[in-house]
């Protein structure tokens, strides 16, 4: 699961530029180093926070993929955050992992076939982590790109 941030028309952009195409590849290059790591952590911290992640496994999984002048992604390598993002229809899951899970964060084993049937019958909840903080962020994604275009109609005027 992953999710992209991706400027169209900067190729037009930088044609335009001329001489401060490098210029435009820098400052855009930075404002999406700058976008995409703040995604990175904003994930990583409402997964904290939201008390989603049992081992860190799925905390630590969360990187940035892409980080180029025209594009960003920010994925999440844990398969199974997509189910956490976006919950389940009912199924019957492994015993195994809900019996670790239920020894970590309840302190009670013994647990991992009864909470396996309740997942059987209800499925499990969606856990938003990814699309709120993409939601919250794009307003500082823009602000990184303003200020890049900023710098470089200042530079294109001296």
Same mark, same amino acid.
């Given at each position: 699961?992953?999710?992209?941030?991706?400027?169209?028309?900067?190729? @037009?952009?930088?044609?335009?530029?001329?001489?401060?195409?490098?210029?435009?590849?820098?400052?855009?290059g930075r404002a999406m180093v700058i976008s995409t790591n703040k995604i990175k952590t904003d994930v990583q911290n409402t997964i904290t926070s939201k008390g989603i992640s049992n081992t860190g496994q799925l905390?630590?999984?969360?990187?940035?993929?892409?980080?180029?002048?025209?594009?960003?992604?920010? %994925?999440? %390598?844990?398969?199974?955050?997509?189910?956490? @993002?976006?919950?389940?229809? $009912?199924?019957? $899951?492994?015993?195994?992992?809900?019996?670790?899970?239920?020894?970590?964060?309840? %302190?009670?084993?013994?647990? %991992?076939?009864?909470?396996?049937?309740?997942?059987?019958? @209800?499925?499990?909840?969606?856990?938003?982590?990814? @699309?709120?903080?993409?939601?919250?962020?794009?307003?500082?994604?823009?602000?990184?790109?303003?200020?890049?275009?900023?710098?470089?109609?200042?530079?294109?005027?001296?």
């Open positions: 699961m992953y999710f992209n941030i991706q400027i169209k028309g900067l190729d @037009e952009l930088e044609r335009s530029f001329g001489k401060f195409a490098g210029m435009a590849r820098t400052e855009f905390r630590r999984s969360v990187q940035v993929l892409k980080a180029s002048f025209d594009e960003g992604r920010v %994925g999440v %390598g844990e398969r199974y955050g997509l189910y956490v @993002e976006g919950g389940t229809m $009912p199924h019957f $899951p492994p015993v195994a992992a809900l019996e670790r899970w239920a020894q970590t964060k309840l %302190g009670i084993s013994g647990l %991992g076939f009864v909470i396996a049937l309740k997942i059987s019958r @209800e499925g499990t909840k969606a856990q938003p982590f990814v @699309e709120p903080v993409f939601k919250k962020d794009v307003d500082f994604v823009l602000k990184q790109f303003d200020n890049a275009n900023l710098k470089l109609v200042r530079a294109m005027g001296d």
